[in-house]
């Protein structure tokens, strides 16, 4: 079964520091992964994705994480906070077996301070 | 293009009462997906489809039902709502073929329906 574990409820940085929001995969098989962003009484925003080939993506907004397989881990960074950063964060996961079923973690509140 | 469009945006039902969640898409995707987020839960997949016609069971269909008769539209039914049903509910779509190689696997969200049952 899948799986998907964002270890903090709440990551707290001081704009212009790096930021990391955490994540952890369970999937049969190689893993499709994913980071979504939702800002308030929004939806999900697609913000990169990692399929196959090199384990530094980059996405939108200057976020990049890096797929770590050893480590089942897919870590979302951006060397610059910015307060409009501030959202929750969402990591999805997807075996690439063919199906469609796609599993979300728990979310990590992002706040970044002026 | 109006992507995904969700109605209601917000609902109050009465414990036993019905009702179905709209959702309907205008990209012509094969895939689409009903998920209800609860605080401290994340997102939980109700239901999902890769196609007219075919459906399938995510994390948490009990209480639902969806049916796929267009590629459009995609929506969920709540036959006897319950408390426990309180939540946000968001409808998802993705394109499936490889037609499409850099928008596909990438799940576009509607605004979501703000569900309460009493």
């Known amino acids: 079964a899948q799986s998907v574990a964002q270890p903090e409820d709440q990551v707290n940085v001081a704009e212009g520091n790096p930021l990391t929001v955490k994540c952890t995969y369970s999937?049969?098989?190689?893993?499709?992964l994913f980071w979504y962003v939702q800002y308030p009484n929004r939806g999900l925003q697609f913000l990169l994705k990692?399929?196959?080939?090199?384990?530094l993506v980059k996405g939108s907004y200057g976020f990049e994480a890096e797929f770590n397989k050893s480590q089942t881990s897919f870590h979302l960074k951006k060397p610059s906070a910015l307060v409009s950063d501030s959202a929750l964060y969402f990591c999805?996961?997807?075996?690439?077996?063919?199906?469609?079923?796609?599993?979300f973690g728990a979310g990590t509140r992002l706040f970044v301070k002026a | 293009n109006a992507g995904v469009t969700q109605t209601p945006k917000f609902q109050v039902l009465k414990t036993g009462q019905s009702m179905t969640l709209q959702c309907a898409q205008d990209?012509?995707?094969?895939?689409m997906s009903w998920y209800r987020q609860d605080p401290g839960m994340g997102l939980r997949l109700i239901h999902y489809?890769?196609?007219?016609?075919?459906?399938d069971q995510g994390e948490v269909p009990n209480g639902y039902n969806v049916s796929r008769s267009t590629t459009e539209d995609f929506p969920l039914r709540l036959l006897s709502a319950a408390p426990s049903q309180t939540s946000v509910y968001f409808c998802?779509?993705?394109?499936?073929?490889?037609?499409?190689?850099?928008?596909?696997?990438?799940?576009?969200f509607g605004a979501g329906t703000r569900l309460s049952v009493l």
């Open positions: 999805a996961v997807r075996a690439n077996t063919g199906g469609f079923k796609t599993i």
């Open positions: 999937v049969s098989g190689n893993p499709y």
């Open positions: 990209m012509n995707h094969e895939y």
């Open positions: 998802a779509s993705s394109y499936r073929t490889g037609s499409h190689p850099l928008a596909k696997n990438i799940q576009y």
């Open positions: 990692y399929i196959t080939g090199d384990n």
């Open positions: 489809s890769v196609g007219a016609g075919i459906t």
